[in-house]
């Protein structure tokens, strides 16, 4: 069983469309992030869940909207994509216990032609 | 400022032998996490292993290790008996503890450095 999985995998589309990202964990966490992965392999956090609420919002273009329907579930929605999405998008998930360590999905890796 | 150093962009290690792969960070918070993730071409991202700011000894898990000099700001990731599998790319992360003693689990990464073990 994969503990966090993200469909899809692979996602090709045209600048201005409207596209999802879909993440679950089974581990039974409380806490779900969405990190993106530039072209340089930079990895910078750009949300946070903990029980449903928002956390962390860290500067992302309100183009971006994360919605967390129950504390399993973390998807993430795009308006208007510009090239400059273009990425691999990871969500993540941890419980908050004093390591809290974060596990990470396999990567959505989005293509804004 | 950069947080989280990675100075290394490629090392170049000899199956069966050991490798250090170098992090610094920067924070003036007494607690803190370090992390190390590992990012094979296949693109996932794997946890290695987690030292806390307040350990006294040094993490290890299986071939891992973390070298951890708090004074220096350093958790140097040792990978001992390379194998072929542990070519990928590496991650130095860090956890910041904010005020109040609340962990909001935002990871900060380092740029990578990426290991290729030759045969």
């Known amino acids: 069983d994969t503990a966090v999985s993200q469909t899809p995998k692979y996602l090709v589309t045209q600048m201005g469309n409207d596209k999802s990202i879909k993440c679950e964990q089974n581990?039974?966490?409380?806490?779900m992030y969405w990190y993106k992965q530039d072209s340089k392999k930079f990895l910078k956090i750009m949300f946070s869940y903990n029980n449903k609420e928002l956390i962390i919002n860290e500067t992302v273009p309100n183009r971006f909207s994360p919605k967390s329907p129950d504390k399993a579930h973390l998807n993430l929605h795009i308006n208007s994509l510009e090239l400059g999405d273009s990425a691999v998008y990871f969500c993540a998930s941890s419980t908050r216990t004093a390591k809290n360590i974060q596990y990470f999905g396999a990567g959505t890796r989005l293509s804004v032609l | 400022a950069q947080k989280i150093t990675q100075t290394q962009p490629g090392m170049f290690v000899q199956e069966k032998e050991a490798v250090t792969l170098d992090c610094t960070y920067d924070?003036?918070?007494?607690?803190?996490?370090l992390f190390w993730y590992k990012q094979p071409s296949s693109g996932e991202m794997i946890f290695l292993i987690y030292?806390?700011?307040?350990?006294?000894q040094n993490a290890t898990e299986g071939r891992y290790s973390l070298n951890f000099q708090k004074a220096r700001k350093s958790a140097n990731l040792v990978i001992s008996a390379s194998q072929l599998g542990d070519s990928a790319m590496y991650f130095c992360?860090?956890?910041?503890?904010?005020?109040?003693?609340?962990?909001?689990?935002?990871?900060?990464f380092g740029q990578g450095t990426i290991l290729t073990v030759h045969p």
């Open positions: 924070t003036s918070d007494p607690s803190y996490g």
């Open positions: 030292q806390g700011s307040y350990d006294q």
């Open positions: 992360a860090m956890r910041e503890e904010l005020a109040g003693g609340t962990s909001y689990g935002k990871l900060t």
């Open positions: 581990l039974g966490h409380d806490t």
